[in-house]
């Protein structure tokens, strides 16, 4: 099994243009998933919506591609607009599992004052 991490759209530009997500690891057993952003606003707390099902619900101007499941907040970026964590999964997923996440985050020029990475699929083939 392997982790497949494409981009499936929904980014809304801010103002450092479009952000960008970057995952890296596996969703097997106690294994790190790292997880990165760039080009928020600096210096504001993001929001990470995780999803088990893509919804593509329009929001802030933009799109919110995962459903909210999950939802985890104020996470500060730094002085360059970018934030990265690492999480670790506590069980083994089974094949064909699927995962959907995107960060948003408030912004002085994206519309609705928010700006929004693309989202990504995370799936176990």
Not at 7 to 19: A, D, E, H, K, N
Not at 65 to 93: N, R
Request: aromatic share 8%.
């Amino acid at each position: 099994t392997r982790l497949v991490v494409p981009s499936v759209g929904g980014g809304l530009p801010g103002i450092q243009g479009l952000p960008r997500l970057t995952v890296e690891g596996s969703l097997h057993n106690e294994t790190p998933l790292s997880v990165s952003a760039k080009h928020f606003q600096p210096f504001v707390g993001a929001w990470v919506v995780v999803g088990y099902s893509a919804i593509w619900q329009p929001l802030k101007g933009g799109l919110l591609v995962p459903s909210p499941d999950g939802l985890v907040g104020g996470l500060p970026t730094d002085d360059e607009g970018g934030l990265s964590f690492t999480v670790q999964m506590p069980i083994t997923l089974p094949p064909g599992f699927e995962i959907f996440v995107q960060l948003w985050a408030p912004d002085v020029v994206g519309p609705a004052g928010f700006a929004a990475t693309d989202a990504a699929r995370l799936a176990i083939d």
